[in-house]
């Protein structure tokens, strides 16, 4: 297996980072998260009809362009450097992929049109009141109800819960965990906006109280797919994490080369310098390794499972480095609400703490590797 | 009898009676829980301010002709001790440990008489107006102008993440009356009152969503001469006054705040049972061998100054060694609870009411804020160090 990015690839980012230029500026940032809605409609409809974004990993016969893991990551990268404000994540990392990992022909049938071509949103819910997502955690409960099923639990930490039309859940039937689809705005569905860290992404709380259910994987237990969906999550989440310390250098850097004290610019200080190259040096490792990881989910394995775990353990950690060095280097501003240090700050600290904290990703990046 | 002599420790006195008697006092008097609103809570801390002048408790190291306790050092630090131990709130603003020891040392009799007492009652509050957009690190190099006119200054310029701003009565604030190119030769030391005609403070927001700090516009702002400290142009010496026993008395009471923050996050480890995990272990284990040094530390400053009158080595590091800790144990915390964590306040299942949370962000500026890590190590290198001085910058 080989490292290496094509010139479609390198065309495909290019592409998406004029758009984003373009269309989600920090100004735009800005507006979105004060007005509270989560998406502008246009950008996030031309997204999908123009670039075919949220179709990029879902196989063709379902209105996606076919593409895997490796184009995704270049998509989200691409959106982690400007903390796009869209339920992109959620719906396509978390949801798109789930759906196209899955086993079930219906189901793909059902939603992934709509996914792809914009008209459906959607998000995965999988945590609780543990926060890990582990599936010793998972306390929701399924049961045969009419021709479905009916769920009853409690989901946190779901991102943009609050908003989507589609909540895939994770939840215990009597034959083991399952992943279920349910409406959002189905009868026993209580979604609340949590406040959070993160003002570019927003997360809820879902109360499910024998809230109408379709079984993903029609009734079977969903077998070996759904736990390749977390190292597919995790392997997206590097990326855009990568994306986000990528900026925040820039950002700095940028910012060291103008910004003058004692006659002169305060790059020129060692002190500075060496935070910068430092950093420079944590990016392209992190780098090296969400992009293993992209290429190595690809395919199921165990392979895949572990770069994974490196991955979204290695890259956190970079991302909530690069983000508190930025607003060091960027001194009294940096500490200001009008600067958009804090924002990244803010995206890096809550994606390294969902999915999995980065000790806990260590721990169980030991077990796949025996070490 | 002065009250002052009242609360002072007579000669006999030994240090636990002290202790026993400011322990009284603290229990008698203790304000409460502050309020959650931000102007009540300044309002609560005034009064508390008053009440530990009006019963001869303030100013510790201050002396007694401007209201202060003029303790011996041993006493300070016993102060600190008890001050810690009944939580309740210090002086407000910048005032007392930054403003008061310079007009202490460099202002008129009648300076001190006019402003130490309202200051120390928390009757003013001050704020301290020394960065500008164009001059942080490099403090010399600000452009706020004073020009002389008659018996008053004409003043002229921006400040800015000025503390405390916009609760301010007074503006301890450094200006240029020298050439432009003239450096830290030509800095001048001026008070101006925040309702001057052409005063004008405007909150910033901070990172946390907070107005803690502003920045301060003059527009041809007059200010009497009587308010200058010290003479024109000789302002650049007095920016490093400071009470430095005072100060390393203060050190006790951080070092034991910071022991009550580490027990409580302990404590809430263990409540949800995340004690056992032995990487958690590491990490608790770590922090208490820093928060044990930090005290250590504040007892060798301590002593240093009990045995030969000046604080030695260890003062250096206390500032970078507190200040690691703050952003690493809300870091840890952090960690620790996952993404409960990252739960705002209003949401139902945050976790103490987000005060980890808050603090991540908050401790930011802990690196930044008076002096940022980088310049404190530089002046460590140079000064302590004796390294070569950097020759791109100008002559200390
Ligand atoms: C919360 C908060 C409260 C504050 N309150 C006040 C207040 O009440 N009154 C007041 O006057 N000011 C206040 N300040 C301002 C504070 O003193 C300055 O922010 C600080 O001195 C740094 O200046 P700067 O922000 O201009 O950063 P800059 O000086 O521009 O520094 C930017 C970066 O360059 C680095 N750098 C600069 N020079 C060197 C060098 N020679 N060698 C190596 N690295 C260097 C810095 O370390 C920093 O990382 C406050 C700041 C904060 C964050």
Redesign the pocket.
Known sequence: MSIGFTEDHEHLRELVRRFLQARSPSHEVRRLIRDGLGRDDEVWFQMAGQLGLQGIAIPEEYGGSGFGPTELGIVLEEMGRVLLVAPYFSTVALAGQTLTASDDEEARRRWLPGIADGSLTATLAVAEHGGTGARTEIATIAEPAGDGWALTGTKLFVLDGHTADLLLVVARAEDGIGLFGVEGDAAGVVRTELESLDLTRGMAEVVLDAAPAIRVGGDRPSGGWLPRVRDLVLASLAAEQIGGAARCLELAVEYAKV?E??GRP?GS?Q??KHKCAGLLIEIEAGRSAAYHAGFAVAEPGAEGAAAAALAKAYCSEVFTHAAKECI??????G?TWEHDAHLFLRRAKSSELLFGTPARQRARFADLVEI | MTLQERANPAPAETGEEFRTRLRAFFTDHHPGRAPKDPAERFAWNRRWLATMFDHGYAGPGWPREFGGMELSFAHQVIYQEELARARVPGPLG?GLGIVAPTIIKYGTREQRDRWLGPMLRGDKVW?????EPGA???LPSLRTTARRDGDEYVVNGQ?V???HAGDADLFFTLVRTGTPQSRQKGITYLVVDARARGVQVRPLR?LTGGH??AEVYFDDVRVPVADRIGEENEGWPLVRTSLGHERAAGAMNQAALYRRVLTELEDLARERGLLADPLVRARFTDLEIQVRIIRYNAQRIISDILAKGEPGAASSVSRLLISAFEQEIHEFALDLLGPAALLGKSAAQSVQRSRWLHGFLRTR?ST????????QL?TIAEQVLGLPHDPA?PPR
């Open positions: 910004r004290q004692f305060i200080f002190a500075v060091q280097i960027h001194g009294g501003i500490y | 910048t704020a301290q107006g020394y960065s942080g690190s490099d400040k993440w000025t503390t901070d803690a700090f500026a930044i804020g008076a002096g940022t890590r980088e310049i530089n910058m």
